[in-house]
C-alpha cells in the first residue's frame, strides 16, 4: 500500500512540477483570495495542497486562528499568520515529506502559504498564511523545537486585506492565565468558512 502511495504521489508532483504554477481562488465568507502555488519550487507540497482541493476537502474548512503580536506572551519565538483547518470528517491523505525552506528558497514572506506541521513530515491538510515577515517559520528558527522549519509552498496575490482583517478577529481568552497552552488566546471566537477552493486554470 505504502508503496502504491508512493507512486501515485511521484505521478502528482511530476504533472505539477512540469506544468505552470498553477493558481487558486479561496472562496470565504469575507471575499475571494487568489494564491499563486510553487510547484517549481515545493512541489510534494503543492501537489498534496492540489489533491485536498480537487477532493473538495477544503470544503467548509476555516481560518480557526490568529496569531498576533499580543496573543502569543507563552511563545518567545513569535509569528505572525492565520491557520486554516478542515472538518473532522475530512478524509486525511498520507503525511508529506517535509520541503525546508533551505532547500527550496521559498522564505516565509507576507502572504506565504506554508504547511502547518507537528513533527517533521507530518503535514496533511492544514495550512496558514503569513503576514509580514516571518524568518521564524524559516528553516533554522527554533519556532519549530526541531529547527526544521516549516514548508512554504505559495502566496496571496490578491485579497491580503482579507487576510489581515481575519487575523485581527477577536480570539477566545486563554482559559487558565498562568499555564499558558502553546496556542492558547489564539484561537478565533467565529472561525471563518472557506466554503470552497478551486484551482484557477
Same mark, same amino acid.
Given at each position: 500500500?505504502?508503496? =502504491?502511495?508512493?507512486?501515485? /504521489?511521484?505521478?502528482? @508532483?511530476?504533472?505539477?512540477?512540469?506544468? %505552470?504554477?498553477?493558481? @487558486?481562488?479561496?472562496?470565504?465568507?469575507?471575499?475571494?483570495?487568489?494564491?499563486?502555488? !510553487?510547484?517549481?519550487?515545493? &512541489?510534494?507540497?503543492?501537489?498534496?495542497?492540489?489533491? !485536498?482541493?480537487?477532493?473538495?476537502? !477544503?470544503?467548509?474548512?476555516?481560518?480557526?486562528?490568529?496569531?498576533? /503580536?499580543?496573543?502569543? =506572551?507563552?511563545?518567545?519565538?513569535k =509569528?505572525? #499568520?492565520?491557520?486554516?483547518?478542515?472538518?473532522?470528517?475530512?478524509?486525511?491523505f498520507?503525511?508529506?515529506?517535509?520541503?525546508?525552506?533551505?532547500?527550496?528558497? +521559498?522564505?516565509? #514572506?507576507?502572504?506565504?502559504?506554508?504547511?502547518?506541521?507537528?513533527?517533521?513530515?507530518?503535514?496533511?491538510?492544514?495550512?496558514?498564511?503569513?503576514?509580514?515577515?516571518?524568518?521564524?517559520?524559516?528553516?533554522?528558527?527554533?519556532?519549530a523545537?526541531?529547527?526544521?522549519?516549516?514548508a512554504?509552498?505559495?502566496? @496571496?496575490?490578491?485579497?491580503?486585506? =482579507? @487576510?489581515?482583517?481575519? %487575523?485581527?478577529?477577536?480570539?477566545?481568552?486563554?482559559?487558565? &492565565?498562568?499555564?499558558?497552552?502553546?496556542?492558547?488566546?489564539? /484561537?478565533?471566537?467565529? &472561525?471563518?468558512?472557506?466554503?470552497? +477552493?478551486?484551482?484557477?486554470?
Amino acid at each position: 500500500m505504502k508503496k =502504491i502511495f508512493l507512486a501515485v /504521489m511521484g505521478l502528482m @508532483v511530476a504533472t505539477v512540477a512540469n506544468a %505552470q504554477n498553477p493558481k @487558486v481562488k479561496m472562496i470565504t465568507e469575507k471575499g475571494e483570495i487568489i494564491a499563486e502555488l !510553487y510547484a517549481d519550487k515545493a &512541489p510534494i507540497s503543492v501537489a498534496n495542497f492540489l489533491r !485536498y482541493v480537487d477532493a473538495k476537502g !477544503y470544503d467548509n474548512a476555516t481560518f480557526f486562528r490568529a496569531v498576533r /503580536m499580543d496573543n502569543q =506572551i507563552q511563545n518567545k519565538i513569535k =509569528i505572525e #499568520v492565520v491557520q486554516i483547518g478542515v472538518d473532522d470528517s475530512v478524509e486525511h491523505f498520507d503525511p508529506i515529506p517535509l520541503e525546508r525552506t533551505r532547500d527550496t528558497g +521559498i522564505n516565509h #514572506v507576507d502572504g506565504t502559504l506554508s504547511m502547518a506541521r507537528g513533527g517533521a513530515d507530518t503535514a496533511t491538510a492544514s495550512f496558514s498564511i503569513a503576514i509580514n515577515e516571518n524568518p521564524n517559520l524559516d528553516f533554522g528558527s527554533m519556532r519549530a523545537s526541531d529547527g526544521q522549519g516549516f514548508a512554504a509552498f505559495g502566496r @496571496v496575490i490578491s485579497g491580503m486585506e =482579507i @487576510v489581515r482583517e481575519i %487575523q485581527l478577529a477577536e480570539t477566545v481568552p486563554p482559559a487558565d &492565565p498562568d499555564n499558558l497552552e502553546f496556542t492558547a488566546g489564539q /484561537m478565533i471566537v467565529n &472561525p471563518v468558512v472557506i466554503h470552497t +477552493i478551486e484551482r484557477l486554470e
